[in-house]
């Protein structure tokens, strides 16, 4: 099935020429009377104008979340719960609307956003929904006549930088948790993805007391910025790369506030070699393991994109892999037959091209892939660019730098240990699969590689309700797990003496 584009006759989703900020339960153009052209990946062309904003917008948007706060944080856990659950039916009644809008406004193939992003960006404020619900205080007896109680309070508002690869995944993950623990939010969308987010507000703007959720848009380095140093937020939540992550780390520091930081990675993804010890359905889900490498066109911050294959399966298991590569549909974002859509930006593109050619240089084998694919029609000018498979060495850069794009660095190991040696010889630590037959060997590596979440036998689910997070430089916390009810709490102890007894210290 191929749907039309935003804004043609067919499609589920319209477009209006101009967007503005999402504030105080309002559409407010930017105090900069400034816009800047959105474009479609797919085409390379403009989708619509979205606000250029200023740090004075920033400020707007704070003062619609602090008057909001109170209210919000004071309601009951049932009352936050019911529009939780009332803007996850909103997302599922309008899946193809929002389906095709972030497919057309990130590239990304539609099967992707219509079978993951949108129904788990649902699933997301469905669980905290109940997590909320079921989240208890605590009391402490310290003997007969003195007692602690401890109450979660909502931090207040806070402020949450979201990235381009998954941009209403994202959101669900920082929106839900917040907004279910009691605060209030600024949230920044990210420069090349922010119409999608805008459309959401659309479908759940109405549903949100005013002043909960603030969108505001703008480039990352200004308005990113004047969020994450603002006294006037009380915690910043941030995915993206851990270049602009130390930075917020840095600007949270000043205020003395927590942070939430989800950053980049280069994800290990080992098959052992009883994963050829017998040609069936588990050799070929071996198989598609490797190659989602590619899923989200290789845009995702745990991309298995180093291969690590022990050595002596390595042509036969290789040599499957590089068929179903070969195989991968690439082209219109919209069909739902497409594999791979075109990256994010010819920003991207770029990235992606240079760090091929520093693969070759380096010594590294060519296997498949390394080009710009023709993709005619009105996609000619997309950010389109080849699944591309590098065989080499751990030591080189494509081994060791995120890429961020559908190439796959691959190398072999002898045993067991090498493969650990292998993969925790890397800064990162978000991701990491393992494959094997042999369940006591998947738990001992699974325990062994320094990742916040390794796959076995599986890759690529991010279900609500499994904490996800980094080790080393690839963050601080976790999401998509009750936990994250504390991250946007604070723990607030009332010691109660029920004695008349004085203490008999003075």
Known sequence: MKYQPPGRPGSP??????????????????????????????????????????????ELALDAAHSAKDAWGEASTAQR?????????????????LAVAESWDNGKPVRETLAADIPLAADHFRYFAAAIRAEESEITEIDKDLIAYHFHEP???????????????????????????GNTSVLKPASPTPWSILKLMEVVGDILPPGTVNVVGGPGAEIGKALATNKRIAKVAFTGETTTGRLIMQYASQNIIPVTLELGGKSPNIFFNDVAAADDDFLNKAVEGLVLYAFNKGEVCTCPSRALIQED?????????????????????????????????????????????????????????GH???????????????????????????????????????????????????????????????????????????RAIKAGRVWTNCYHQYPAGAAFGGYKVSGIGRETHKMMLEHYSQTKNLLVSYSDKPLGLF
């Not at 996850?88 to 899946?95: E, F, L, Q, T």
């Open 372 to 446: 710009r694919p023709t993709v005619g029609g009105e996609f000619t000018d997309g950010y389109f660019y080849e699944p591309t498979v590098l065989k080499g060495h751990n030591k080189m850069r494509v081994f060791q730098e995120e890429i961020f794009g559908p190439v796959l660095a691959v190398t072999t190991f002898k045993d067991e240990a090498e493969a650990l040696e292998i993969a925790n010889d890397t800064l990162y630590g978000l991701g990491a699969g393992v494959w094997s037959r042999d369940t006591r060997r998947t738990y001992r590596m699974g």
């Open 155 to 181: 931090l207040g508002v806070v402020g949450q930088i979201i990235p381009f690869n998954f941009p209403l995944l994202m959101a669900a993950w920082k929106l839900a948790p917040a907004l279910a623990a």
């Open 13 to 58: 989703v319209d477009v209006a020429p101009r967007y503005e900020n999402f504030i105080g339960g309002k559409w407010q153009a930017p105090s900069t009377g400034q816009y800047s052209v959105d474009l479609c990946p797919a085409t390379a062309k403009p989708l619509c104008e979205v606000p250029k904003s200023g740090a004075e917008d920033i």
């Open 81 to 97: 719960a019911a529009v939780l659950n009332k803007v996850a039916d909103a997302i599922d009644a309008h899946r193809e609307e």
């Open 313 to 369: 399966i390595y042509e036969e298991f290789m040599g499957r892999c590089l068929e179903r590569i070969r195989a991968i549909k690439q082209g219109d974002p919209l069909d739902t037959e497409t594999m791979i859509g075109p990256q994010v930006s010819k920003q991207q593109i770029e990235k992606i091209a240079s760090y091929v050619e520093i693969g070759v240089k380096e010594g590294a084998e060519l296997l498949t892939g």
